[in-house]
């Protein structure tokens, strides 16, 4: 499923060469960092989500 | 600041006009309803750069319809093209969107106004609660507004993190992953605006429109260049 997904996204870009030739290998710092960034990028979802849903209950003053 | 919502109008539409290049160039509905997004997002900020110029309840109309509704919901629809292949759940979202965008254009067109005048100094978003009347129609609008804004920033920032999570995961495309990093922290930026703006902070609320659409910019542009070299392990 994730493999179909991806292969149509990078079909989607028209990417030439395969998807073997496109890998990366992470710095140590990235390593730790995109997982960070992920997580920290979730929460804030997370939260937007929340606090929009608590608006449509009329729970929360609206934000939009 | 306010000349920031001219800088996020520049961008905007910059970036409105790159995308549609790409799907001029290579087709694909995704890019297509991200250039009507953005056309949305661009005008939500130039109806926001001329609201702070003169009074007009016109604008002020076009600028809740465009900036505060449909937006985020365009823009997730493109992604829910890209990531939804299957069937045609993508166009019949599509064409629910398209119904809901009309009805919405109805009804922020049939909203009475008090008689309360717009005060040029304060932000729209801050003060057009004042000038619609808050009752009837308004309470109408309230909850599609919230609707269409849950539907978009879910579909937009939660495909930008998955897609970047899977890039990750399989350590492929670095830059499609850093592009789509940068897309999600873009989106969000303008949906934590309304928090701002609540906090007083109405120059932070222009920040994070601008903020929004310079990330996702550049997330776009990283997105789709092509990456000839992998990155050096180290």
């Given at each position: 499923?994730?493999?179909?997904?991806?292969?149509?996204?990078?079909?989607?870009?028209?990417?030439?060469?395969?998807?073997?030739?496109?890998?990366?290998?992470?710095?140590?710092?990235?390593?730790?960092?995109?997982?960070?960034?992920?997580?920290?990028?979730?929460?804030?979802?997370?939260?937007?989500?929340?606090?929009?849903?608590?608006?449509?209950?009329?729970?929360?003053?609206?934000?939009? | 600041?306010?000349?920031?919502?001219?800088?996020?109008?520049?961008?905007?539409?910059?970036?409105?006009?790159?995308?549609?290049n790409r799907y001029r160039q290579?087709?694909?509905?995704?890019?297509?309803?991200?250039?009507?997004?953005?056309?949305?997002?661009?005008?939500?900020?130039?109806?926001?750069?001329?609201?702070?110029?003169?009074?007009?309840?016109?604008?002020?109309?076009?600028?809740?319809?465009?900036?505060?509704?449909?937006?985020?919901?365009?823009?997730?629809?493109?992604?829910?093209?890209?990531?939804?292949?299957?069937?045609?759940?993508?166009?019949?979202?599509?064409?629910?969107?398209?119904?809901?965008?009309?009805?919405?254009?109805?009804?922020?067109?049939?909203?009475?106004?008090?008689?309360?005048?717009?005060?040029?100094?304060?932000?729209?978003?801050?003060?057009?609660?004042?000038?619609?009347?808050?009752?009837?129609?308004?309470?109408?609008?309230?909850?599609?507004?919230?609707?269409?804004?849950?539907?978009?920033?879910?579909?937009?920032?939660?495909?930008a993190i998955y897609s970047a999570?899977?890039?990750?995961?399989?350590?492929?495309?670095?830059?499609?992953?850093?592009?789509?990093?940068?897309?999600?922290?873009?989106?969000?930026?303008?949906?934590?605006?309304?928090?701002?703006?609540?906090?007083?902070?109405?120059?932070?609320?222009?920040?994070?429109?601008?903020?929004?659409?310079?990330?996702?910019?550049?997330?776009?542009?990283?997105?789709?260049?092509?990456?000839?070299?992998?990155?050096?392990?180290?």
């Open positions: 499923m994730n493999t179909r997904y991806t292969d149509s996204l990078i079909m989607e870009y028209n990417m030439p060469g395969s998807r073997q030739s496109k890998r990366f290998s992470p710095s140590v710092l990235t390593e730790k960092i995109i997982p960070v960034l992920l997580v920290i990028l979730v929460l804030t979802l997370l939260a937007v989500v929340i606090i929009l849903a608590l608006a449509l209950l009329g729970i929360f003053p609206s934000v939009v | 600041m306010t000349y920031i919502p001219y800088l996020s109008t520049i961008v905007t539409f910059a970036f409105a006009v790159a995308v549609f290579r087709g694909g509905v995704h890019l297509l309803l991200w250039a009507i997004g953005l056309i949305f997002y661009g005008l939500g900020t130039l109806t926001e750069s001329i609201l702070s110029l003169t009074p007009s309840i016109f604008l002020l109309r076009i600028w809740y319809l465009t900036g505060a509704m449909l937006t985020a919901a365009w823009l997730g629809m493109g992604t829910v093209h890209l990531l939804v292949r299957k069937g045609n759940t993508a166009q019949i979202l599509t064409w629910i969107l398209a119904a809901v965008s009309v009805l919405a254009l109805i009804l922020v067109f049939l909203v009475p106004t008090t008689s309360a005048s717009y005060d040029i100094t304060r932000p729209a978003s801050e003060q057009y609660r004042e000038i619609f009347i808050s009752s009837g129609f308004l309470s109408y609008l309230l909850a599609p507004t919230i609707i269409l804004n849950l539907y978009g920033t879910i579909t937009l920032v939660g495909g999570f899977l890039f990750w995961r399989k350590r492929i495309l670095v830059n499609r992953m850093f592009g789509n990093i940068l897309i999600a922290a873009g989106a969000l930026s303008p949906a934590m605006g309304g928090t701002f703006l609540r906090a007083g902070l109405t120059d932070m609320l222009y920040l994070s429109e601008f903020v929004g659409a310079v990330l996702m910019f550049i997330g776009f542009m990283m997105a789709t260049s092509t990456q000839s070299e992998p990155l050096p392990a180290t």
